[in-house]
């Protein structure tokens, strides 16, 4: 158990139950509200709860769930500092109009609350922090049991990443034939799955991942469908499909790390029209107090991203040149997040080199866009990083890290496309970040823009050095360049 | 004067005038007949003539040219072996009814007649020997003046070009200021041109040149028109126009190493309709009575490929992947006769770099189609190859040589693409040319056509080597591969 100290679920119950009135929750911290109520019946289907949270005159209305034994409860994720109150509601006496309050505290230095859209195009937390989306892919990891999940996570507390594409449900695919530890719902021996009702102890151990990464400062991108299945969770009934929605966001969206990815290759799902890709959408828009991020994955056929409950447009796609035009398109952020994985597998997908990864990083940046990080190497026990986590072998982690401290370093506001002759990104009139990609000119008259003075570096961005270019630029200039390719100019408004 | 043996000029009008009985002219050289004629008037527009040569029951009708001072010549590219006659025809009693005969010689080994397309998307000699064309470009090498010329022609002596993309016409263009030492129209002082003449010594010199290449084995694609003029060809009006590409037409379509390619970037030459290139196409076609091979190269827009009277398709493209698909498309010979150039300048088309630009013609090769050279260095002079010849800096030449040499091993019915998850060409059950490209799996699967025993080979393209590996391969295997980009894998039948 890793849970931050914000969110202790022990200390939470505590809250409630004994001295509600010294209760104290850190902004977008969890406050849980724990209930005892029926265990007869199918709870998971008969009893309705929720709770409306009070602060001054905003309101918030948050569902809560059957975690199993006889136990509810209800998650809030508070917005606002001071005090809270709630009062619940539901279907059944024991859970219905039970109120209490609670007090919303300045929230821990490595806390800036959820993430959001800002500036069209990019992303920060509520705090308003820049938040520059870096992200990795284990699709599979909070399946592969506990000895293999803490070397995931001591794997990711030094690696350059902070946000992870990971499915809910486990995965059946190459490399990939082994049981979960968990099953989403009660599962008989010979292979029925019970969709009326959930597992609390895979959802449990779910929420403690999703914690963990949260400790590490990683948004959890949750996919909450996908087409690499044995056990049925990507054919099930329509009603199933939505009753798994409502229980995962009652159960998962207090975690203020958490976004929703819709699916993995949505397209591949044959079993599910474009009708229910739209439903699971408003399912999740409608259900969700706290609006995380909205997404969803493509195989060969891209969903409509311009559809209003798509807060930003998740793609798998080696064009990396198209980021400056979607992100024209949809006037919302563009994540690549699968361009292929650096590894050395039979797969097409799966085996570009560290060098052509990293180039992608590049690309995508340059265009306005993120780009996702994946890795699959060949291992003698089938544990690919890119689904069950483990150690990274890859050379484009560190160059990874390189650009994500450049990025740190830039305007808050994120990188905008700039120019597209040679792809460039920034702020205009303050910094400029040219990536020239496969050419290698040795001059190159640059035009940026007047009435400021600029240093320049020259980046490479696999060696990760930065060579300061003596003096200073103003305007239309011409400079030698390095004439080898994969090379970056960067240029800094001088401070006067 | 560089004319090869077959073709001196001076000797066949010695065969004409003095001996015509003893003549002779080696298969696909130059017969050709000179007759003193009208210098009065305007001899360019008011003579016609042309001569009807004929083998057996086999006529061919040839244009003649004025040629200046009081010259006629009609020149002919015979066909066939053994005894042929001819009779001409004029508006001019002087030139009207002249009559001969020559004998048609075994060409020599060198010679093997005009290039033909064979097998679809393959090209061959007329004499069936196999053609695989491996281009260099040299706009204006023709403009530059005896010395440097020279320079180029001694440089093709040994670089692995064996066509070379040329224009007819001066070139005005960045790194382009220096005039032409001919000019085509007769042209005053300041600047005006008399489109309605031609100028003899213009067209002699690129007469010179073109029995230069031919003597080298290099294959002349000339340019009928360009863009990039400051001298009022773009832009005359259509009589000039169609008078130029007939005076051309007659003049060098005897010359077996002639291709027509109608433009470079047609489509950035406002002044041209696309009725125009379809009327200049039709003028090439009906005029060249050899039908050498028609082509048209584009800027943005993809001219009709699948119009007639194209031979093959020209592009200018990056996008090496359409390869295959282009050749489905047309059912013609796809060359990417401008993939961008190696080099260091600032234009994007000019600074790949010499590992990309061998790539790309790995790319295309594998996708069944052909790929074009050209080479963009900063020099002191502004003596840049892809437009005056001279030196080559480049380090792309020699591993086009190596792929060329490993081409002319392969089956000479041509490289078909066979395989698109990883590009594969060859002849199926006979040869298989796979590219990685930047893909580096460690080990893969292949699935080659059965009833086969394979030898096979790691080729690493920029290395230049061929590493064996051991044993012999059938059907469905599985190899150990380097786990590195930029690799091919080569599977020859082995003959029992």
Redesign the interface.
């Known amino acids: 158990m890793l849970y931050p100290h914000s969110m202790t679920v022990r200390h939470l119950v505590a809250c409630l139950v004994l001295v509600p009135a010294l209760c104290a929750t850190e902004r977008w911290g969890i406050h849980e509200i724990v209930l005892p109520g029926p265990s007869t019946g199918n709870p998971f289907v008969d009893i309705r709860l929720s709770a409306r949270f009070q602060f001054r005159n905003r309101t918030v209305d948050a569902d809560g769930f059957y975690a199993g034994s006889g136990t509810y409860r209800i998650r809030f994720m508070p917005g606002e500092l001071g005090q809270w109150t709630y009062t619940t509601s539901s279907n059944t006496p024991a859970l219905d109009g039970k109120t209490g309050a609670f007090t919303v505290t300045t929230p821990a230095s490595a806390n800036h609350g959820p993430v959001r859209v800002r500036n069209v195009s990019h992303f920060a937390y509520e705090d308003g922090s820049p938040y520059i989306p870096i992200g990795t892919t284990c699709y599979a990891w909070v399946h592969q049991g506990d000895k293999l999940e803490q070397q995931t996570l001591a794997t990711l507390r030094t690696a350059p990443f902070n946000k992870i594409r990971m499915c809910i449900f486990p995965k059946s695919y190459t490399y990939n034939a082994n049981e979960p530890v968990y099953y989403p719902f009660p599962r008989t021996a010979s292979g029925d799955n019970d969709l009326t009702r959930f597992n609390p102890d895979f959802f449990h151990h779910l929420e403690q991942r999703i914690a963990d990464l949260q400790s590490l400062g990683i948004e959890a991108d949750l996919i909450l469908f996908h087409p690499y299945d044995r056990w049925g969770y990507s054919k099930m009934p329509p009603e199933a499909d939505d009753r798994y929605l409502r229980y995962v966001v009652a159960r998962l969206s207090a975690f203020r790390n958490v976004w929703w990815s819709m699916a993995n290759e949505y397209d591949l799902m044959k079993s599910k029209t474009m009708a229910d890709w739209d439903r699971f959408f408003r399912i999740v828009q409608e259900s969700d107090p706290y609006h995380h991020l909205r997404s969803i994955h493509n195989g060969p056929n891209f969903y409509d991203h311009s559809k209003p409950w798509v807060t930003h447009v998740s793609v798998q796609s080696s064009d990396l040149e198209k980021a400056r035009e979607w992100v024209q398109q949809y006037h919302k952020p563009v994540i690549y997040d699968e361009c292929k994985y650096e590894?050395?597998?039979?797969?097409?997908w799966g085996?570009?080199?560290a060098?052509?990864l990293v180039r992608r990083f590049w690309l995508g940046t340059a265009g306005g866009a993120y780009v996702g990080h994946g890795e699959t190497y060949?291992d003698p026990d089938n544990i690919l990083w890119w689904s069950k986590g483990g150690a990274l072998q890859g050379q484009s982690p560190p160059r990874i890290a390189f650009l994500r401290k450049l990025l740190e370093s830039a305007p808050p506001e994120g990188m905008d496309n700039l120019a597209t002759?040679?792809l460039a990104a920034g702020q205009p009139g303050r910094y400029y970040l040219f990536y020239m990609d496969?050419?290698?000119?040795?001059?190159?008259?640059f035009d940026l823009a007047k009435n400021a003075t600029y240093k320049a570096d020259i980046i490479d961005p696999w060696e990760m050095t930065i060579t300061p270019i003596p003096g200073t630029f103003e305007g239309k200039f011409t400079l030698k360049l390095p004439?080898?390719?994969y090379q970056a100019v960067r240029f800094q408004k001088v401070n006067q």
């Open positions: 590894g050395n597998i039979p797969q097409r085996n570009i080199s060098r052509e060949l002759y040679y496969l050419n290698q000119p040795a001059e190159y008259t004439g080898k390719p």
